[in-house]
């Protein structure tokens, strides 16, 4: 194991890294903008390194401040949380060329998931179930009416450099589909710098499912069952859980075994090491990949808790070259977690809240978990991501969970800001939410105020 880790983010995450890497023994550097010098990550660091002003791209996710920050430090390895650099395969090519450990997949397991057109033609010659859609990128609107054809109307056009919605457009027509075409092309190449989209069938109301990965660098590889993150808004995940109603308590076992063995063939196909997970959507009684994401999830903390399994303790022992010793068969679920991000914001018409957290007090209690950034008197600036928190519930069942989870939530004592904790009560106060009865589109339909 390494000596010293630097940990390339902020907030709850570089919190969270930071404790469980002192819990091993490894000391640990802090990096910070201007803006987060006196947060909690950076306060119960080691050491910390100022990288530069508040604008992420002058700090987070400047390469050449943070390599500089591991150089004056005598950081061994780098941990690049979620978001940021995270899925950056520059950084991780730049971090292994300043013989420093990257913690995450290998550069070239990078390269093989970026392009999502191409990541889903590797899978499914693997025998992967994806979406049905266009043989990678389509390089004008002729072939894009063509592939539509073949497919089928409804139809989503996607970024092939995209991930997490950013640039997705549907389309009902081939009329409408000459429109999505030019303007998914013209996001693609605002948001990614390269212009490349594909199609995929469109499915109007699907629930996500993801499916936890951990694997070594010898050739062992093991899923870490399932996620659901169906609820959310503007592909802003805003409640995940795990397991899935859809799997719990061994329903569904069949398509269980059939996501599960996707998943495992997906990664291997990619040649994964460490921490990943493996997205999927479910619609009409069927699972259908639809990208892999290379880093560590925000929601980790749902499976770490049903599962037992220390996913950011795996991906530093992983990266330093130690055998993952857990077996698949030792993988069981215990009980059900849910995690509700807490987010600076209004609660009914969702515009960021950012101010001074004058009074800050977390829930305490069985079963209840808080990974947060901030602390009473902290500031929460507009500069970054809303996510202040991430309140996990744990339960013996969901239900338990749930009821731990609405007390909880009443008794979370925030001023100064605006949250969207309302918002999580009316979620779970909801009948469809407590019958399991989720999809992509459920704030659409309920937990209205
Ligand atoms: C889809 C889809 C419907 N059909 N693909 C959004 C994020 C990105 N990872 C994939 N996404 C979707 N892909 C097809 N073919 C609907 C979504 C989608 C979604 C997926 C997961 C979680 C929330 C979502 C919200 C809206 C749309």
């Not at 093989?112 to 990541?119: F, I, L, Y």
């Not at 799997?247 to 599960?260: E, H, M, P, S, V």
């Not at 495992?264 to 619609?283: D, H, I, Q, R, W």
Request: glycine share 10%; with cysteine.
């Amino acid at each position: 194991m390494f000596q010293k880790l630097l940990i390339a983010n902020r907030g709850e995450i570089a919190r969270r890294i930071g404790a469980v890497a002192r819990g091993m023994g490894v000391k640990t550097v802090a990096v910070h903008s201007d803006a987060d010098v006196s947060l909690p990550f950076v306060k119960e660091a080691d050491e910390a390194v100022r990288i530069g002003p508040a604008p992420a791209k002058d700090s987070y996710l400047s390469i050449p401040a943070i390599l500089e920050a591991a150089k004056k430090t005598g950081a061994q390895a780098v941990h690049p949380g979620y978001g940021f650099l995270s899925e950056n395969g520059d950084f991780a090519q730049a971090c292994a060329d300043a013989g420093l450990t990257f913690v995450g997949p290998p550069p070239e397991a990078m390269a093989r998931m970026k392009d999502k057109s191409q990541a889903r033609k590797l899978v499914s010659a693997a025998g992967v179930p994806v979406v049905p859609g266009s043989d990678g990128v389509l390089p004008d609107v002729q072939s894009a009416l063509e592939a539509a054809e073949r497919i089928g109307y409804p139809v989503l056009c996607k970024a092939a450099s995209g991930g997490g919605g950013i640039g997705m457009a549907a389309a009902n027509s081939p009329a409408e589909l000459e429109k999505v075409y030019r303007q998914c092309t013209d996001r693609a190449k605002a948001a990614f710098g390269r212009e490349g989209v594909y199609l995929e069938r469109y499915f109007p109301a699907p629930r996500h499912i993801e499916v936890q990965i951990l694997g070594d660098t010898h050739g062992h590889l093991i899923h870490g069952l399932e996620r659901e993150c169906s609820i959310q808004r503007r592909h802003q995940k805003v409640v995940e859980e795990a397991p899935s109603v859809l799997f719990a308590n061994g329903r569904n076992a069949a398509l269980a075994d059939t996501l599960f063995t996707a998943a495992v063939t997906a990664a291997k196909t990619f040649g994964y090491a460490n921490a990943g997970t493996v997205e999927f959507l479910y619609s009409d009684g069927q699972v259908y990949f639809i990208e892999m994401n290379a880093r560590l999830q925000v929601e980790h903390p749902v499976t770490e808790l049903t599962t037992g399994l220390d996913l950011i303790g795996w991906q530093l022992r992983i990266a330093a070259g130690e055998k993952l010793t857990v077996k698949q068969e030792d993988v069981k679920r215990k009980g059900a977690a849910l995690e509700f991000r807490i987010y600076a914001e209004d609660p009914v018409k969702y515009f960021p809240s950012p101010g001074p957290l004058k009074v800050f007090q977390p829930p305490t209690g069985e079963g209840v978990r808080l990974d947060s950034g901030y602390a009473e008197g902290d500031v929460v600036t507009p500069n970054y991501d809303p996510m202040i928190a991430k309140l996990i519930i744990s339960g013996a069942t969901r239900d338990e969970a749930i009821a731990r989870a609405v007390k909880a939530l009443e008794s979370f004592r925030v001023e100064g800001i605006k949250t969207n904790i309302p918002l999580h009560l009316r979620i779970l106060k909801d009948p469809a939410f407590s019958a399991g009865e989720l999809d992509t589109h459920f704030l659409d339909h309920h937990a209205k105020p």
